[in-house]
């Protein structure tokens, strides 16, 4: 597989395979996106991938949508949509097969204790998530800052996120981090 | 169609009683995705419980649990899921179109402008800006969710997050060998937890 030369095939599979892994969602997968794209295939660097991040934190959809941002450094607009298609189109079918089994045996409840192991593990990958894309994207002491400033403010406020991520834009655009 | 004139009580005798085209999930579909800045769930949940009450709130809960505990992007599971409910599998797939296509058009447009001026080095500042106030929202997100585990005292599960943290944040592992030695952990000693309860209350 990874010797297939097609850079569409390679796109595809490689998504495909992370996407059946991705328990607790695209934001949890970032660290394996990250280790893939950047350490293995070395489709973009560091700054790159902490873009692309941006990026698809700026654009609304869903968060998986950074896998769009990654095919498209390899293959332009199809390596876009062969990596979208591969990390949303598997899962999605394994989706629908396992609620069409679960609805035909109705009294079989969505067991609690699935749930209870699950979830320290995605709060971990999250956690992983965030340290991935803040050793790419706080270079300086002042961007580290401003990354704290963001977690401090929206813990404790609702803020709207848009205001957080547009002021950390003018922030950035002023030179100032 | 009284679920027309009704107000915004949502029971289940308000749901809507003709499924949508596909026309009509497509389009939902695109602009809940197209709102939804920072994540669509909440705005999937608004179009789908209050707006077009195609689902109870419950009802709505209950398949977002379900795509939630299974791999892959939550939200476009749901829509699969979702989709497939009311419409068979064309319904699903007109949902899935509809969620992903639109914004990914946007995005990939927004990714040829950061290839012409990405070099820009004020646009690459505004951009690292950015992406720094948005790892702070992550971290954000994380604490929310650890802080259930913290109040209940949960010695396993935080150190299981923990351990997941190290092995996939710090020493950079393959995801899917830590997950086959993490989730079978997991369930082992959650399910050993679970057991030891229900005897101790006998």
């Given at each position: 597989m990874s010797g297939d030369d097609n850079p569409l095939f390679q796109l595809f599979w490689t998504f495909a395979l992370i996407s059946l892994f991705a328990v607790g969602g695209a934001v949890a997968a970032i660290p394996e996106l990250h280790r893939v794209a950047v350490?293995?295939?070395?489709?973009?660097?560091d700054k790159q991938f902490a873009d692309a991040f941006a990026l698809s934190q700026l654009s609304?959809?869903?968060?998986?949508?950074i896998v769009a941002l990654i095919g498209y450094s390899v293959a332009g607009v199809g390596g876009a949509a062969a990596a979208t298609i591969a990390m949303c189109g598997p899962t999605a079918i394994l989706s629908y097969v396992v609620s069409r089994w679960l609805a035909n045996a109705r009294d079989l409840r969505w067991p609690a204790m699935l749930q209870a192991a699950l979830v320290p593990l995605s709060i971990g990958l999250m956690a992983a998530s965030t340290w991935v894309l803040g050793v790419a994207s706080d270079q300086t002491w002042r961007a580290f800052a401003l990354t704290v400033m963001a977690a401090v403010v929206a813990s404790l406020t609702r803020l709207n996120p848009l205001w957080l991520l547009a002021a950390g834009g003018c922030l950035g655009f002023a030179g100032l981090l | 169609m009284t679920s027309e004139i009704a107000p915004a009580a949502s029971s289940a005798a308000d749901i809507a009683k003709t499924p949508p085209s596909l026309r009509t999930l497509f389009f939902a579909f695109a602009k809940m995705s197209l709102s939804g800045f920072g994540g669509v769930l909440v705005f999937a949940r608004r179009a789908i419980v209050?707006?077009?009450?195609?689902?109870t709130a419950e009802e709505f809960n209950e398949t977002f649990a379900l795509c939630h505990f299974l791999p892959g992007p939550n939200i476009v599971n749901l829509a699969m899921v979702f989709g497939a409910r009311l419409r068979g599998i064309p319904g699903g797939i007109a949902a899935f179109a509809g969620l992903l296509v639109p914004p990914m058009l946007l995005i990939t447009a927004l990714a040829a402008l950061y290839d012409r001026a990405g070099q820009a080095d004020t646009l690459r500042q505004g951009l690292a800006g950015v992406s720094c106030a948005a790892v702070g929202l992550l971290a954000s997100v994380v604490f929310r969710m650890m802080s259930p585990l913290l109040k209940k005292g949960d010695v396993v599960g935080l150190v299981v997050m923990a351990g997941v943290f190290v092995a996939i944040?710090?020493?950079?592992?393959?995801l899917q060998e830590v997950l086959l030695a993490a989730v079978p952990l997991s369930l082992a000693v959650t399910y050993a937890k679970t057991y030891a309860k229900t005897r101790w209350a006998r």
């Open positions: 350490d293995v295939r070395h489709w973009m660097t609304p959809g869903p968060n998986v949508l | 209050d707006e077009h009450r195609w689902m944040g710090l020493v950079r592992l393959p």
